[in-house]
């Protein structure tokens, strides 16, 4: 599966070649820890090379399935993002570290090595692209369970505990 998402270097065409891929729950599946439930994204890259100069620009567009903060239920929620690149090749120095090529990110890949792997950026900008808070909209979330969250009933089960048979006994001490 993780080839899916993968540039080949080797032989590519000067100028503008285009890709298309769909990332579905096997693919975020690989990843240890995924939030993610379920996945509906086509991932469209557009790579142009000129001479030694290869740029990637890459969109993200579907659904992700996650689970609702409030009620633990699936919530899907849309993503649409994107992410530019530029690829060098060769070791990557301790001062380019945070570098940046006009406003896209620097990927360094191995002299020779042939594969431009997008698996683990698609990835990491998928995750990114989601809300902190994840839930549904208001009246989305499953009754029985927000019948719990919701404070008048936390309240009522206090003083259901306040007719307990211990609370004639605080009436006593009140009398004193």
Known sequence: MKEILTVPMNGLASGRTEF???AGKAFFAQFENS???D???TVDAVVEKSGDYIGVDCEIDGS???LCDRCLEDLVMP???GFMLSVKFGAETAESEEEMEEGREIVYLK???GVLD???IVYDYACLSLPIQRFHEAGGCNPVVMQYLNPQVVQESAESCAETPF???KDLMNKE
């Open 111 to 113: 002299e020779g090595e």
């Open 35 to 37: 939030e993610i439930l």
């Open 167 to 169: 609370a004639s006994l």
């Open 64 to 66: 992700l399935t996650v």
């Open 79 to 81: 993503v649409s993002t």
């Open 20 to 22: 298309r891929w769909y």
């Open 39 to 41: 996945a509906d994204l």
């Open 118 to 120: 997008l698996c683990q």
